[in-house]
C-alpha cells in the first residue's frame, strides 16, 4: 500500500465519522457558507509578477515538526501584510497535525483567496470546507477517478468555489475535463516516493492546453528554482515548507517576493 492510499482509507473513516454527525443542511445553515467567495484566478491576473500561494503547514507526513513555534493567525497575518496573493491552508490533523478550526479563523479576517489543502474524496469535505471560509479547494488528480472528479468538480461548482486541481505525472491529464478545470496544480513532488523534481513543472506545462492556468508546487526555495519552473503557463507559486522552516518567515517571505519581482522584471 502506498503513503498516499495510505491516507485515502484514513479519510474514507473520517468521512464515515463526519457524515454521522453532520447533515449537509448543518453545513448550509453557517455564516461562512452564504459568503462571497475571493477568485484565486482574478487574483493570479491581478498580480504583476509571478503569484505567491503561501502555504501553513506544521508538519509533514516525511519530514515530521516543520515548526515549533507555529501559531496559523500570526503566519496568515504575515502572509496577508506582504501581499501574498492567497494562502493554503493544510487541514488535515493525523498526517500534517494541524486542525479545519484554523481554516475558520483565518477566515474571519481574510483580504486574500483561502485555499483548503486537504485530502479531499467526498461531497461532504466540500461542503465542509464552503461553511469553513475556503475559497478554493484542492482536487488530487492521483486520488480520484475520472468518476469522482466529475463528481467533486459539479459540487465545487454548486458551493460557488474555485478548483485547484493537482496532478504530478502526465499520466494523469486524460482525466481532466478542460472545459470545466482551468487551474491546475502541478506537484513536483511524486506522491508515492515524496522525491522531488522541480523540472517537472515544465514538462507538464508543455503539455497543458491553451487557456490553462498551472501553478508550480512543492520544491521551490531559490531564485534559480523560480527560473526553473517559469512556463507562460504558469501563473504561480505554491510555497510552504521553505517558509515553515525559515528562522524569520517575514524577512524570508519579503526576500523571496522580492525574488519573484527582479524575475519577472527580468523577463
Known amino acids: ?3 498516499l492510499e495510505q491516507i485515502i482509507n484514513t479519510k474514507k473513516e473520517e468521512i464515515i465519522n463526519l457524515r454521522k454527525k ?14 462571497p467567495t475571493l477568485s484565486l484566478i482574478d487574483s493570479l491576473f491581478e498580480s504583476k509578477r509571478l503569484s505567491l500561494i503561501a502555504e501553513i503547514k506544521k508538519a509533514s507526513p516525511s519530514k515530521g515538526i516543520l515548526r515549533e513555534d ?10 496577508m501584510n506582504n501581499k501574498v496573493n492567497a494562502i493554503s491552508v493544510l ?3 493525523k498526517y500534517f497535525q494541524v486542525s479545519l478550526d484554523y481554516l475558520k479563523e483565518i477566515a474571519k479576517f481574510k483580504t486574500v483567496p483561502l485555499l483548503r489543502k486537504d485530502f479531499i474524496i467526498d461531497e461532504y469535505q466540500i461542503f465542509e470546507a464552503k461553511a469553513s471560509g475556503a475559497d478554493v479547494v484542492l482536487l488530487i488528480g492521483e486520488a480520484l477517478s475520472t468518476e469522482q472528479s466529475d463528481s467533486l468538480i459539479a459540487v465545487a461548482n454548486e458551493c460557488n468555489l474555485e478548483i485547484l486541481y493537482e ?5 494523469q491529464l486524460d482525466k481532466i475535463d478542460f472545459n470545466k478545470i482551468k487551474l491546475i496544480g502541478i506537484n513536483n513532488r511524486n506522491l508515492e516516493t ?8 515544465r514538462k507538464i506545462a508543455d503539455l497543458l492546453p491553451e487557456g490553462i492556468v498551472a501553478i508550480s508546487e512543492s520544491g521551490i526555495t531559490t531564485p534559480n528554482d523560480i527560473k526553473i519552473v517559469s512556463h507562460e503557463k504558469v501563473k504561480g507559486l505554491l510555497v510552504g515548507e521553505y517558509f515553515m522552516k525559515s528562522t524569520d518567515i ?3 517571505l519579503r526576500n523571496f517576493i522580492n525574488n519573484l519581482e527582479n524575475i519577472s522584471n527580468e523577463n
Open 1 to 3: 500500500m502506498s503513503f
Open 194 to 201: 515524496f522525491e522531488v523534481d522541480i523540472r517537472t513543472t
Open 91 to 93: 487541514t488535515d490533523s
Open 70 to 79: 507555529f501559531n496559523h493567525i500570526d503566519i496568515a497575518k504575515i502572509y
Open 167 to 171: 496532478i504530478h505525472s502526465p499520466t
Open 250 to 252: 517575514e524577512i524570508a
Open 22 to 35: 453532520f447533515s449537509l443542511r448543518f453545513f448550509e445553515d453557517q455564516e461562512f457558507f452564504h459568503s
